[in-house]
């Protein structure tokens, strides 16, 4: 290979890769029209390197799409495909005239046209040079290009849709498996699973216990349709304040369970004094009353099982206080 053609090749590649380099670090890549520039600006890359390096750089020309079909999206990704063949057409034309020539694969040489041609112009070469490049490039050059190229878009697009589908069918049979379909929490398989595999290994952890107040009695009363009221509005309001570090489980019929990783000073009452105030307001707006019993335990991580218990072991001291009151 003629090393002034690959230093140029790599040269100029690497200068337009600036501009890749720069809306990767600089520019919001959530924005519309950072991809179509980005991948705009690979598929003219990928042009630079075939042009000058021709029959060795074949396959870079699937580069882009391969990057395009991250995206999921079909438009993208046909977009990508005519900008491609666009520039590939463009690249084979400059490749024959500046690049290293395909006759290099024949003839196990690294000469450029311009030697060929010089060569043939002496009487040396004993073949025949076409008199109109261009066109054969185009026709029996980038044309088949881009119909293997076109293939190989369809076989991409086919991938990724199957691809889409599984990741979301996975999703969701992990979302069913992990969550309690009827509060929207998670439920005891995940809590198992965390506390055996995930909460031992955290530094400090505080267990919150929740259970609603005289769910039996609402349930011979009124039935459970409006027992499964009650349950889905501490549920709701535990939800609203859960997040990466606070997460609420449903452990029981009514009984949910908040495991804080390292709780701040004031957090463990702070989400008690919420829960409480958020009941109140949704007490005053329905005919039957709502309350809860609460209990917390904090400590190491590793003693994850020993603060579960001694948080429910307050809860139903709580429970059994409030019960005492009211008689």
């Known amino acids: 290979m003629d090393a002034r053609i690959f230093t140029m090749a790599a040269g100029v590649s690497a200068v337009m890769g600036i501009p890749v380099l720069y809306i990767y670090k600089k520019v919001d890549l959530s924005k519309h029209?950072?991809?179509?520039?980005?991948?705009?600006?690979?598929?003219?890359?990928?042009?630079?390197?075939?042009?000058?390096?021709?029959?060795?750089?074949?396959?870079?020309?699937?580069?882009?799409?391969?990057?395009?079909?991250?995206?999921?999206?079909?438009?993208?990704?046909?977009?990508?495909?005519?900008?491609?063949?666009?520039?590939?057409?463009?690249?084979?034309?400059?490749?024959?005239?500046?690049?290293?020539?395909?006759?290099?694969?024949?003839?196990?040489?690294?000469?450029?046209?311009?030697?060929?041609?010089?060569?043939?112009m002496a009487g040396t070469l004993q073949f025949g040079i076409e008199p109109d490049p261009v066109f054969v490039i185009l026709f029996y050059g980038a044309l088949?290009?881009?119909?293997?190229?076109?293939?190989?878009?369809?076989?991409?697009?086919?991938?990724?849709?199957?691809?889409?589908?599984?990741?979301?069918?996975?999703?969701d049979l992990t979302y069913r498996k992990e969550t309690d379909l009827g509060t929207h929490v998670y439920n005891k398989n995940k809590y198992e699973e965390m506390i055996n595999d995930y909460y031992p290994q955290v530094d400090r952890l505080a267990a919150i216990f929740?259970?609603?107040?005289?769910?039996?009695?609402?349930?011979?009363?009124?039935?459970?349709?409006?027992?499964?009221?009650?349950?889905?509005?501490?549920?709701?309001?535990?939800?609203?304040?859960?997040?990466d570090r606070r997460k609420v489980y449903r452990i029981g019929g009514d009984e949910f369970v908040m495991l804080i990783e390292n709780p701040v000073e004031a957090e463990i009452q702070s989400m008690i004094e919420s829960v409480n105030?958020?009941?109140?307001?949704?007490?005053?707006?329905?005919?039957?009353?709502?309350?809860?019993?609460?209990?917390?335990?904090?400590?190491?991580?590793?003693?994850?099982?020993?603060?579960?218990?001694?948080?429910?072991?307050?809860?139903?001291e709580n429970k059994k206080r409030e019960k005492e009151g009211r008689r």
């Open 210 to 243: 929740w259970d609603v107040n005289n769910l039996k009695c609402v349930n011979d009363k009124y039935g459970h349709a409006v027992g499964d009221v009650l349950i889905q509005t501490l549920s709701s309001v535990l939800y609203e304040l859960s997040t």
């Open 144 to 171: 088949p290009r881009a119909v293997i190229l076109l293939i190989f878009t369809i076989i991409l697009r086919y991938i990724s849709i199957t691809s889409h589908e599984d990741a979301q069918r996975i999703a």
């Open 33 to 120: 029209w950072v991809k179509y520039v980005f991948l705009t600006l690979i598929c003219m890359i990928s042009a630079v390197i075939a042009a000058f390096l021709s029959f060795h750089a074949v396959l870079i020309y699937v580069l882009p799409l391969l990057l395009a079909v991250q995206y999921r999206e079909r438009m993208t990704l046909w977009i990508t495909y005519v900008v491609n063949d666009v520039t590939m057409a463009v690249s084979m034309v400059t490749g024959f005239y500046h690049g290293i020539c395909d006759l290099n694969m024949l003839l196990g040489s690294n000469h450029s046209r311009d030697w060929y041609m010089e060569q043939w």
């Open 277 to 316: 105030a958020a009941l109140q307001e949704k007490d005053g707006r329905g005919e039957i009353p709502i309350s809860s019993a609460v209990g917390w335990a904090e400590g190491c991580g590793m003693d994850i099982r020993k603060i579960v218990n001694e948080a429910d072991a307050k809860m139903y």
